[in-house]
């Protein structure tokens, strides 16, 4: 009888889980299909708008997109920005506001800076093997299917100065990718990619995606996905490296194949090296600082082994080649058909999250994107951010189209850029918190004073194309939960 009993519980427990998921994925599925259909619904207007336009003025789909925002833009100051900003709820008033920001920034800037004022290297140098093993760990325990690190992260600083600081144990050739970087294992056993500095802050690249990384642009766009709340980046610090003393003696035989050591005019042995990738060569030698002997880069702490990563084609991926363009760019259905697949659906809105944090750093070249593997609802992980801050002059607006063709976004998204975009205090712009959260970096000016404004530019024309969203659409189908 005890034995039939427990059976029955069973039985209905089983049942009960089994109803309970079929509710839930039903839920998604009918959530997603709404969607699809709002959408296909509504999207009929903004291509008769779009294409009346093309044939007039023969505008590309860009430029007419372009076009719009910008007077949308000048339309939004007339009215004065924080009219727009402050139109609809409660918690608008800007003391408010001010108030969260303050707090917000505040949190930032106390969790990734240390608190120690004196020079950290000696300290972080200490630093013995158990602790540096409870810093890595600590790193380990955050991740998680949409965080690499958590809102609130304490720990972020000691990660930052043991990435900075801790002694390289080994260095090897790193296979991945195209460029030139080096795989470190740090004291602990932690292991981080090192990007060499390969241009100073100010060089612009012929094109939107050509060129190397920048090893600047990957360490500001590791704070810029903390301050949008993207929190899903891996964690970048900046380091210093002495290529005789910390690389060449830990070198792994293929690292150590490709010194080429060079002789300075003041009869000096300079250790430089070409590495191993498919750009690398003998004649492309990497050397570093003459009068100090070291190379500057970013150090990006690798993520826990057993989080493996799936690469995706992205659907707005650009076809790289100048006379051919992708059909996206010239179809403003586009988005239907995004829309219409089952696997691409559940993650517009991530794509639309993703194409306004690359819009900022001016990345145009994330032609593939990456997920955790086998982890349900998996954030699209903001790595590779190298291809960024090339040109302070050119807004692409082409990496915002996932925003302009769906024309849906996160509430909370929205939500959160309109409390920096309409501030109307100078402090809490987005260049300011830049400032405010590197200007202590060893690295520093890690942007040109014109790659700044950049950003607080480049964030208002996302506010006016939201704002044109809301003009075709109504607010209650653009802002999605
Ligand atoms: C689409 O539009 C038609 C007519 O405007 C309306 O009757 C229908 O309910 C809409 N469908 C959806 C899914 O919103
Ligand atoms: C648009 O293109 C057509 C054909 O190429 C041309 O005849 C027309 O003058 C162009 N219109 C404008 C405004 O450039
Ligand atoms: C540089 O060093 C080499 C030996 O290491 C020596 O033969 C040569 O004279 C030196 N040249 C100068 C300019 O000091
Ligand atoms: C952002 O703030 C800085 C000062 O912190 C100010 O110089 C700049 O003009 C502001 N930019 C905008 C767009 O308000
Ligand atoms: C978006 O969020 C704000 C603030 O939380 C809320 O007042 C508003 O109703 C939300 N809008 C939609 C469409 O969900």
């Not at 994925?25 to 299909?33: G, R, S, V």
């Not at 120690?116 to 790193?139: G, N, P, Q, Y």
């Not at 766009?221 to 002495?242: D, E, G, M, T």
Request: charged share 25%; aromatic share 10%; proline share 3%.
């Amino acid at each position: 009888m005890r034995r039939f009993k427990t059976r029955i519980v069973t039985l209905l427990f089983v049942c009960s889980i089994i109803t309970v998921s079929m509710l839930f994925y039903f839920m998604l599925i009918f959530d997603d299909k709404k969607l699809a259909n709002n959408l296909i619904n509504t999207s009929r207007s903004v291509i008769v708008v779009g294409f009346a336009e093309l044939r007039k003025e023969n505008l590309t789909l860009c430029e007419t997109y372009e076009k719009k925002a910008k007077l949308k833009l000048i339309q939004m100051f007339e009215d004065g920005m924080s009219a727009v900003g402050h139109d609809n709820n409660g918690d608008d008033d800007e003391n408010v506001n001010e108030n969260y920001l303050e707090n917000f920034v505040e949190s930032l800037k106390s969790d990734s800076q240390p608190e120690r004022k004196d020079s950290s290297s000696s300290t972080a140098v200490k630093l013995k093997d158990k602790e540096l093993k409870k810093i890595w760990s600590t790193a380990k325990k955050w991740v998680r299917a949409r965080q690499i690190i958590p809102e609130k992260a304490p720990e972020l600083s000691s990660i930052i100065e043991a990435l900075q600081h801790s002694k390289i144990i080994k260095s090897d050739v790193s296979r991945k990718g195209t460029q030139l970087k080096l795989l470190l294992t740090l004291e602990g056993g932690q292991q981080a990619l090192f990007k060499p500095r390969r241009y100073p802050r100010d060089y612009i690249t012929d094109d939107i995606y050509a060129g190397a990384d920048r090893h600047n642009g990957e360490i500001v766009a590791f704070h810029l996905s903390r301050i949008l709340n993207q929190r899903y980046a891996p964690i970048v610090a900046s380091r210093i490296i002495n290529v005789a003393q910390e690389i060449k003696p830990v070198a792994s035989p293929s690292l150590l194949v490709t010194f080429v050591p060079q002789k300075t005019k003041t009869n000096q042995t300079l250790e430089c090296f070409y590495g191993e990738c498919y750009y690398c060569n003998e004649y492309e030698l990497l050397c570093p600082d003459e009068s100090t002997g070291t190379l500057e880069g970013s150090i990006i702490l690798m993520l826990p082994n057993q989080y493996q990563l799936q690469k995706l084609r992205h659907p707005w991926q650009r076809t790289y080649k100048k006379n051919l363009k992708a059909q996206w760019e010239m179809d403003s259905h586009y988005c239907l058909s995004v829309l219409k697949s089952n696997s691409l659906r559940p993650r517009v809105l991530d794509f639309v999250d993703t194409a306004i944090f690359d819009y900022l750093i001016g990345n145009a070249d994330r032609h593939h994107y990456e997920v955790f593997k086998h982890v349900s609802n998996s954030a699209l992980l903001l790595i590779d951010n190298g291809k960024s801050f090339g040109d302070p002059a050119h807004d692409e607006t082409t990496i915002i189209f996932p925003l302009l063709q769906c024309c849906v976004i996160r509430n909370q998204t929205y939500q959160h850029l309109r409390r920096f975009a309409f501030t109307t205090s100078s402090q809490f712009n987005l260049s300011a918190i830049i400032r405010q959260l590197l200007s202590n970096d060893q690295l520093w000016p890690l942007l040109t004073d014109r790659h700044l404004q950049a950003l607080d530019r480049r964030l208002r024309m996302i506010m006016a194309s939201i704002e044109l969203c809301f003009d075709t659409y109504q607010k209650n189908y653009v802002l999605k939960n």
